[in-house]
């Protein structure tokens, strides 16, 4: 299942230029659903530290579920962990670090292509001879 919201329930946050280049599609829908207004987020509207692999309402499996019934949450954890786009906590709780989302600028906002869909699964890559 793959989170889409309408124009009237935008999100308050995007994720940035991090995100989108070094996370797989699945952490990425993972990364929009976290961000996005369907229940993962705090009273003031910032990503809320999810407890981590276990399967209760608001975890971090929940959250990779609702994002996507097909991936992993133990796989998706350990990409975001290495890639440093998470970081887990004494208590057990995962905390989306802030240089994975920025504020969704309204007035300039552009059009929201999604990677996958302009790219496919397979980004263009460099050839040997691009600069």
């Given at each position: ?7 009237s329930?935008r ?14 599609p699945?952490?990425r ?8 207004p ?10 809320r ?15 990779v ?8 949450p ?21 905390m ?36």
């Amino acid at each position: 299942m793959s989170v889409n919201l309408s124009n009237s329930h935008r999100s308050r946050w995007q994720p940035t230029g991090l995100v989108t280049t070094l996370l797989s599609p699945g952490a990425r829908q993972v990364i929009r659903c976290w961000l996005s207004p369907s229940g993962f987020l705090d009273e003031q509207h910032h990503p809320r530290m999810l407890l981590s692999l276990i399967n209760e309402p608001g975890t971090f499996t929940d959250l990779v579920r609702t994002a996507n019934d097909n991936l992993v949450p133990a796989v998706v954890l350990n990409e975001l962990l290495r890639k440093g786009i998470v970081e887990t906590l004494e208590s057990g709780h995962i905390m989306l670090r802030r240089s994975a989302y920025a504020p969704a600028n309204e007035l300039n906002a552009q059009p929201e292509a999604d990677y996958d869909d302009t790219f496919g699964l397979h980004p263009p890559r460099r050839r040997f001879n691009d600069i």
